[in-house]
């Protein structure tokens, strides 16, 4: 049982587009969304999170949009860069510390950002 | 900065061979994770560990075991490896309290002959 989905698998966008990755998710336990991003030789990086007592996010051109009844939440990459270019995991978790600080991960979407 | 270092950047094992993978975190966290990594799968936790001496099967332990005796150190063990274990291997870390962003190593790829 996948328990956080990912769409699309991979997109291609142009140089100052907008990059949208989705990413659903099962159990309503959850309460900490993460997306990581992780670029050819790296370890992932924590992008942005955010938690369900708001419905968005946002730092910088990256922008979190979150919808609790449909266990849906969203990347919005805006003017969209080369250097954007990555894998990108979405995550899930239960709670803040102890044994169930541990993150459910997506399968990751491959994001190119053309010139 | 939060360091994550892990012993080895590539590895090559040969089928059947005792494997030690080594992770050492700088932050004094005291949440620890192995990961593994293969396209189309995405990440997936193979063991974790909360506290020293601690350890918690993730979604794939088989195959594997893991030791901590010492907070900032935890090793990923294949006992016996196989090729099927070809992959790349991260290792994270987190604070038990305060956030839950985990911390990850450059990774370690692994590959079985």
């Known amino acids: 049982q996948q328990q956080v989905k990912q769409s699309p698998q991979s997109l291609i966008v142009q140089k100052g587009g907008i990059s949208i990755i989705n990413c659903a998710y099962e159990n309503t336990a959850f309460d900490y969304f993460p997306w990581y991003q992780q670029f050819p030789g790296k370890g992932p990086a924590l992008l942005i999170a955010i938690r369900p007592d708001v419905s968005e996010k946002k730092e910088g051109r990256f922008t979190i949009s979150f919808n609790k009844s449909a266990k849906q939440f969203s990347l919005h990459i805006m003017d969209s860069q080369p250097g954007d270019s990555a894998t990108y995991f979405c995550?899930?978790?239960?709670?803040?510390?102890?044994?169930?600080?541990?993150?459910?991960f997506g399968k990751g979407i491959t994001l190119s950002v053309r010139p | 900065d939060v360091k994550v270092t892990q012993s080895s950047r590539y590895l090559v094992k040969r089928t059947g061979e005792k494997v030690f993978l080594e992770c050492v975190q700088d932050?004094?966290?005291?949440?620890m994770f192995w990961y593994r990594q293969d396209p189309g799968l995405g990440l997936r936790l193979i063991y974790f560990?909360?506290?020293?001496?601690?350890?918690e099967k993730g979604d794939i332990p088989e195959g594997y075991s893991v030791s901590r005796e010492k907070k900032e150190r935890f090793s990923l063990i294949l006992e016996s490896a196989s090729t099927n274990q070809t992959s790349m291997y991260l290792c994270?870390?987190?604070?038990?309290?305060?956030?839950?962003?985990?911390?990850f190593g450059p990774g370690t790829r692994l590959t079985v002959t």
């Open positions: 995550a899930a978790s239960r709670s803040r510390s102890g044994a169930n600080s541990k993150l459910t």
């Open positions: 932050m004094d966290h005291e949440n």
């Open positions: 560990s909360y506290d020293v001496k601690m350890k």
């Open positions: 994270a870390s987190s604070p038990a309290t305060g956030g839950d962003e985990q911390y």
